[in-house]
């Protein structure tokens, strides 16, 4: 089975709507969200079926057994993370507290404790096709490990299919390491902005350290024709296949915002996406392709 990732160095480039659009192409039998920190390509995926839900837990918290607590203020003094509050009766502070049990190493009447926290739920639909997705709960900082899950979540149920599209993060943080592993390609979607640019360099960079095949598709490419010919150009030194432009396509925005793919219309931005997703497949399968 081949996995295709598709990423983006920022946010707002159209990553999932690019990959909505290959979901419904492909008839792709297996695909994940991996940007776990605000998943949304289920909005555009239109999930019939309820899904089956389990809790996350990531790093440990501490409590405090207020029976117990004599008030010596040892673990506020110790907090490196100030998530003791004394004023309202030595609580801990769970949006601050890094799990890190030097409050319950150093308490000398053995009234703190690290607990399980629950950090995010992970959610699998399973009916005609297997989605695998997760969403981190406010304040939790263990997304990478989190995405590693949604990924195992996917392979737990066994599907004979030979493609699997994995919807990833934005940015170049844990969850796009995590997502990065083991995928086959990953098709970067850039916008032809300053900001975009350079953030398409660093995912770059990124992606280059995991030995991955790289490819990448400019989305909005109208919004700036100069820009746009910079990124062909940067990929042109750096060997990299650049599979197509995308423009902007104000129909594509109505299709998002009614929960549609965009290939679901006849609109150019669609047209243009059939076009990328054919001569992505053709890279991802290793089948000649003229660029």
Do not use: W
């Not at 996995?3 to 008839?27: E, M």
């Not at 979540?153 to 390491?177: F, M, N, R, Y």
């Not at 995912?203 to 820009?227: L, Y």
Request: a neutral charge.
């Amino acid at each position: 089975m081949k996995q295709l990732l598709i990423l983006s160095g920022k946010g707002g480039t159209g990553k999932t709507t690019i990959a909505s659009a290959f979901i419904q192409l492909s008839n792709a039998q297996m695909y994940a969200d991996c940007d776990v920190d605000a998943p949304n390509l289920h909005l555009i995926m239109n999930q019939a079926v309820e899904a089956r839900r389990s809790d996350y837990y990531g790093m440990p918290k501490a409590e405090i057994d207020q029976a117990s607590c004599v008030h010596c203020d040892v673990c506020r003094q110790n907090c490196r993370f100030d998530a003791i509050q004394a004023d309202i009766g030595y609580k801990v502070d769970h949006f601050a507290c890094e799990g890190c049990g030097v409050c319950e190493a150093l308490c000398p009447a053995g009234a703190v404790s690290l607990k399980p926290a629950k950090a995010g739920e992970l959610m699998l639909y399973v009916k005609d096709s297997l989605f695998s997705t997760a969403e981190l709960k406010m304040g939790s900082g263990t997304s990478g490990k989190l995405v590693t899950e949604v990924k195992k979540l996917l392979k737990s149920v066994p599907i004979d299919t030979g493609l699997a599209i994995i919807d990833g993060s934005p940015g170049i943080g844990c969850p796009v390491i995590a997502s990065l592993s083991g995928v086959d390609m990953v098709l970067i979607v850039a916008e032809p902005s300053i900001s975009g640019i350079s953030d398409m360099e660093r995912i770059i960079k990124t992606a280059k350290k995991f030995q991955t095949r790289i490819a990448i598709c400019i989305n909005k490419f109208d919004t700036n024709i100069e820009n746009t010919r910079k990124i062909e150009s940067f990929c042109q030194k750096l060997y990299l296949p650049c599979t197509g432009r995308i423009p902007y396509d104000p129909a594509a925005v109505k299709a998002i915002n009614q929960g549609q793919s965009i290939v679901e219309l006849d609109c150019a931005a669609g047209r243009s996406a059939k076009i990328v997703f054919d001569k992505t497949i053709k890279l991802l399968f290793n089948e000649s392709l003229a660029l």
